[in-house]
């Protein structure tokens, strides 16, 4: 029986009343709990902790700390008006978004903008369904020795530099290159591949093609192991065909990796690439060749206008967070997860 004075409050439907007194005892009670918790767990997992600190350490150096250059996009900013790199951040005349008019007036970030968009629609078209049909078509091969010997060929290109992927379209496709050889010597003009602006953005979507169709398979291939074979089985009892399976079964299952894809490819869709470009940009000229990676890095490093590099970057990543966000949005209404969903 609680004291005379005792306050009490009321608990949940199927708790008691709690006097107020114990309160304060039962939060230090449960806060303790919590903590030696969280010490056996600390306990249990250091070695794995301990494994993730380089990957920690990298994303800290590499992607967050940079982040606090994005101040550069409202300076006027030289390098040379301190001692040190903080002190040019502090002596730099803040002129807040006179980069981004600068930017904005200037043709040549139009024109990059307007090739990063075409090459990001044309391989959303041509280059993003390429990995499902491949996983489909390998997923279909019955032998398991003949399927792991066409996946290694297939994905292998994924480790090649960009240097050697345009070198190997080069020797196969250039003005001398194994292709142009062939044609000459059977009495034809060989065509103009490797320098032609109008066919630069089948050009680069083919090498995107061929160097990563194949690892990009990889987590479809995952997404078809995963789907129960007793589904197959009983619609083919059922009388279903090949394509019918396929319509009902196989595409359903991999749906959710598709908009989840999807997603994360719009949240990176202004980023087509900078090292296959600025290695081919020279070959087919800026007008088809600049792309906004490649002009934050003429305007901000080349010209030293870093203020308006700064801006095109910071430009370029809320772009991208808008769509990342409209996206996810569109998936939630399609039934479908997406990359997070609100708890």
């Known amino acids: 029986m609680s004291a005379p004075n ?11 009343a709690q006097p107020l007194a114990e309160i304060p005892a039962t939060r230090h009670r449960r ?14 997992d250091w070695p794995l902790l301990l494994m993730v600190v380089p990957a920690f350490l990298l994303v800290l ?42 930017l904005f007036k200037d043709p040549s970030f139009w024109d990059s903008l307007r090739n990063t968009l075409a090459i990001l629609v044309f391989q959303l078209v041509f280059y ?17 020795r003949l399927r792991s010997f066409i996946q290694s060929v297939v994905y292998l290109p994924h480790f090649f530099s960009w240097v050697l992927v345009v070198s190997f379209f080069q020797l196969m496709l250039g003005g001398a290159g194994l292709l142009a050889q062939v044609v000459r010597d059977a009495g034809y003009t060989p065509p103009d591949i490797m320098t032609n602006p109008d066919a630069f953005i089948v050009l680069v ?69 900078f090292e296959q ?19 934050v890095y003429y305007r901000g490093v080349v010209v030293q206008q870093y203020g308006i590099g700064a801006a095109a970057g910071l430009f370029k990543a809320a772009v991208g967070l ?11 209404r399609f039934g479908e997860q997406g990359i997070y969903q609100k708890s």
């Open 128 to 144: 993003f369904p390429l990995p499902i049909v491949l996983a489909l078509l390998l997923h279909s091969v019955l032998s398991p």
């Open 205 to 273: 979507t083919s090498q995107a093609v061929w160097k990563d169709a194949g690892w990009g398979m990889i987590i479809f291939l995952a997404a078809l192991a995963a789907i129960d074979p007793t589904l197959y089985e009983a619609a083919a009892a059922d009388g279903a065909g090949r394509w019918r399976r396929l319509w009902h079964i196989t595409l359903p299952g991999l749906r959710s990796v598709i908009i989840l894809l999807l997603i994360l490819r719009l949240g990176d869709a202004l980023n087509v690439g």
């Open 61 to 102: 150096v590499f992607h967050y700390v940079p982040t606090l250059g994005n101040v550069v996009a409202f300076q006027d900013y030289n390098p040379f008006a301190g001692d040190s790199p903080l002190e040019a951040f502090l002596y730099s005349e803040w002129i807040g978004f006179g980069n981004f008019e600068a």
């Open 31 to 44: 806060h303790r709990r919590n903590r030696r918790n969280l010490r056996d767990r600390l306990r249990r």
């Open 322 to 332: 808008v769509l990342i966000l409209a996206a996810n949005k569109i998936a939630h």
């Open 6 to 16: 005792a306050v009490e409050v009321a608990g949940p439907d199927d708790a008691p």
């Open 277 to 295: 470009f600025i290695l081919q940009r020279d070959a087919v000229g800026r007008q088809a060749a600049e792309v906004l990676d490649t002009y």
